[in-house]
T-cell receptor
Framework: GAGVSQSPSNKVTEKGKDVELRCDPI?????LYWYRQSLGQGLEFLIY????????KSGLPSDRFSAERTGGSVSTLTIQRTQQEDSAVYLC??????????????FGSGTQLSVL | SQQGEEDPQALSIQEGENATMNCSYK?????LQWYRQNSGRGLVHLIL?????REKHSGRLRVTLDTSKKSSSLLITASRAADTASYFC????????????FGKGITLSVRP
């Protein structure tokens, strides 16, 4: 595709339910990042992938959060037993290589998650 | 924790004026990047300046970097209403496991 695609664009769920957020990066981009942005706040790093491997999971807020990437392409972020504090915009970004190589990030439009 | 801290938090100017936004950071960096965000959704990359560069231009954008003061500024010249957005600085630090660390952003309003 032309850009990073995220789905759904909006998700409303009830507290305690599980949700899956999907990210389809730009074709050929080996690095994929997940960030979270709460209302009026900056971006909080969650996790990144180099290929299918996630070397740094330290940003995941709790063990209710998990992410995977398959085939070096699509990634899913899963939040189990959602809580109201999980409400935020979840942003996915990709880059041709890791940002340590002076790469810029290409962002998707995000998934607005609302936990009632 | 936040690496980049933008200043001011909000800025309102008249169309045609210049907008200057500042970013300070705490640790050494490989590069510093500026992004724009419209409508609270996806971010768009504006410009990247490497640690060995002091100034960079792109169209109406001018970015400076002072590594001795650990600070950067983004200047938008001849602002337009369409420049209204939130602007974020992001740093790429050595040993930061290849992740960009973003500040909280600056809300710029350009009045027609």
């Amino acid at each position: 595709g032309a850009g990073v695609s995220q789905s759904p664009s909006n998700k409303v769920t009830e507290k305690g339910k599980d949700v899956e957020l999907r990210c389809d990066p730009i074709s050929g981009h080996t690095a994929l990042y997940w960030y979270r942005q709460s209302l009026g706040q900056g971006l909080e790093f969650l996790i990144y992938f180099q290929g299918n491997s996630a070397p740094d999971k330290s940003g995941l807020p709790s063990d209710r959060f998990s992410a995977e990437r398959t085939g070096g392409s699509v990634s899913t972020l899963t939040i189990q037993r959602t809580q109201q504090e999980d409400s935020a915009v979840y942003l996915c970004a990709s880059s041709p290589r890791l940002t340590g190589k002076n790469e810029k990030l290409f962002f998707g439009s995000g998934t607005q998650l609302s936990v009632l | 924790s936040q690496q980049g801290e933008e200043d001011p938090q909000a800025l309102s100017i008249q169309e045609g004026e210049n907008a200057t936004m500042n970013c300070s950071y705490k640790t050494s960096i490989n590069n510093l990047q500026w992004y724009r965000q419209n409508s609270g959704r996806g971010l768009v990359h504006l410009i990247l300046i490497r640690s060995n560069e002091r100034e960079k231009h792109s169209g109406r954008l001018r970015v400076t970097l002072d590594t001795s003061k650990k600070s950067s500024s983004l200047l938008i010249t001849a602002s337009r209403a369409a420049d209204t957005a939130s602007y974020f600085c992001a740093t790429d630090a050595p040993g930061a496991n290849s992740k960009l660390t973003f500040g909280k952003g600056i809300t710029l309003s350009v009045r027609p």
